[in-house]
């Protein structure tokens, strides 16, 4: 299944309009839309899925508390649903991220791609409504 994340990951980043470039340990970092992604391959739990980062960007500190309890708000929301994105803050870089459980295609790349493509609509819609700032990749290299 390693060969078809590479396969999956090859076709993400010619869609994204990005060299080819998926790491020999089962990652690969992309930017769809100008916000950036990182998905993993789960090949010790779950061959036939990935774990997809979103880079929602770091807070402001003046409305980082309202920022947190949106982000709370959202999880609590969705833990009713397997499956639920669910939002985490990296350690490192302070930067919000979206992250999901998501199953490999098996076709065409296509479909996921286009779900990427509604996360960054979302990422790009809270980094306007609660000034999040980005810096391409930071917060998923930082990790």
Not at 78 to 86: C, D, P, T, V, Y
Request: proline content about 4%; overall charge negative.
């Amino acid at each position: 299944m390693m060969e078809r994340f590479r396969e999956v990951a090859g076709e993400l980043l010619e869609l994204a309009g990005h060299p080819a470039r998926v790491s020999p340990y089962g990652n690969v970092t992309l930017e769809i839309d100008g916000v950036t992604f990182s998905l993993l391959h789960d090949h010790e739990e779950n061959d036939a899925r990935m774990t997809m980062f979103c880079d929602f960007g770091l807070p402001d500190e003046s409305n980082k508390d309202e920022l947190i309890k949106a982000l709370l708000a959202a999880n609590a929301a969705g833990l009713a649903r397997a499956g639920r994105e669910s939002f985490c803050m990296n350690p490192v870089s302070g930067h919000i991220l979206a992250s999901s459980i998501l199953p490999m295609p098996e076709g065409s790349a296509r479909l996921l791609f286009d779900v990427l493509r509604q996360y960054a609509q979302q990422a790009r819609k809270w980094q306007q409504a609660y000034a999040l700032r980005t810096d391409a990749g930071a917060a998923c290299k930082a990790s």
